[in-house]
């Protein structure tokens, strides 16, 4: 028994955010499993343990995974791990680590981002070079670092060649690479190879693998995939506000998605959403789709006017107010009938 009051209708859908999603059951009943009884706090407990051997079956077997509450904290985490206090990380103009983390590498981590402008959220080896200079110029901060994202901000992918071409080139200027990985799940799925030859293979030195926005209730993850290049984790992951108490929770919720096929089927299936979502307004005059889909977003351009009228009907953001695109997102939990229902919606909107 419970005194806890639903205070929200769970037959509101939106197309704002894959965070908007509840938890999946099957994470639910996990932390549930995890329930009971004592465990050694701060990650000493038997549920942290053998989530290494988890992620070392998808990542290799150096690979070891530091899970954290959030992924602003495991980018910021991961970044200090990389570089010295002089270090800077070379980024897209468009990722999340310069938009949407409210400066956190910067104030947080003491990081300085050197950005690079993209047609579609993707870093290149050329990309790259534009800000990679300036080595052993004591008024420079020094680039030590690169940062790519997949999928990236832009719902777009990177292949395992393109990523590996990044690293060599990173690698042969004695940078690093980190990957963020909020939606990795949602990349190899599309990609249709395993986690490894993306990140562990392609030569990646450390990746924040996200969790919360493929059907966790909160928890990501910092993965080490090189421990010759990383430094002092667990006292940035402390220092950072990162260290979980009940780390159980967190850790039983990573093995509920990545110890079976959950993550492949829960991604698979937002990917899918995402697709006939494309499918279904495409055809509609007036809208446009402006991104390839290969993840679970879609991006379009519509009348502003249409746009206001429809975010009173169903939740979703403007990516740039200038153009009047808007972002829609799907989830793990996102039906056929929201699809129709939405997409019925754009049309009838349309139509006025």
């Known amino acids: 028994m419970t005194d806890a009051v639903r205070h929200h209708d769970p037959a509101v859908r939106g197309f704002a955010s894959d965070n908007y999603a509840g938890v999946h059951p099957e994470v639910l009943a996990a932390i549930a499993l995890a329930n009971g009884g004592h465990q050694i706090a701060y990650g000493g407990d038997d549920y942290t343990a053998h989530l290494q051997e988890v992620f070392r079956r ?11 509450f959030n992924g602003t904290g495991a980018n910021v985490v991961s970044l ?27 104030k947080m981590g003491g990081i300085k981002l050197l950005t690079v402008p993209t047609p579609d959220g993707k870093l290149t080896p050329e990309l790259i070079d534009r800000q990679a200079w300036g080595w052993g110029d004591e008024h420079r901060a020094q680039p030590l670092a690169v940062s790519i994202t997949q999928s990236t901000e832009l719902g777009t992918l990177y292949t395992p060649e393109e990523i590996r071409a990044i690293c060599e080139h990173a690698h042969e200027r004695g940078m690093l690479v980190h990957v963020d990985g909020s939606r990795l799940a949602n990349a190899a799925a599309s990609l249709g190879v395993p986690f490894r030859e993306f990140t562990t293979d392609a030569g990646v030195d450390v990746l924040s693998f996200g969790g919360t926005k493929n059907g966790l209730l909160l928890g990501e993850a910092v993965v080490v995939l090189n421990p010759d290049a990383v430094r002092n984790i667990t006292f940035l992951r402390k220092t950072s506000m990162q260290l979980a108490s009940k780390m159980r929770f967190v850790s039983a919720q990573f093995e509920a998605l990545l110890a079976g096929d959950l993550w492949l089927r829960s991604a698979s299936h937002a990917n899918a959403m995402a697709k006939r979502l ?37 939740r979703f953001y403007f990516w740039n107010e200038h153009t009047g695109e808007v972002r829609w997102m799907c989830a793990f939990d996102t039906t056929e009938a929201d699809i129709d229902g939405f997409a019925a919606a754009i049309a009838e909107e349309m139509a006025r």
């Not at 998808?58 to 954290?68: C, K, L, Q, T, Y």
């Not at 200090?80 to 910067?106: F, K, S």
């Not at 991006?299 to 009907?313: D, G, T």
């Open 58 to 68: 998808h990542f290799g077997p150096r690979a070891e995974a530091f899970p954290v």
């Open 278 to 314: 494309e499918a279904a307004v495409k055809d509609i005059d007036g809208v446009t789709v402006v991104r390839p889909v290969q993840a679970n977003a879609v991006f379009a351009i519509l009348p502003r006017e249409v746009s206001e009228r429809l975010q009173k009907r169903y």
């Open 80 to 106: 200090q791990a990389l570089l010295p206090r002089w270090g800077a990380v070379v980024c897209a103009e468009t990722a999340h680590i310069n938009v949407d983390e409210g400066g956190a590498p910067e």
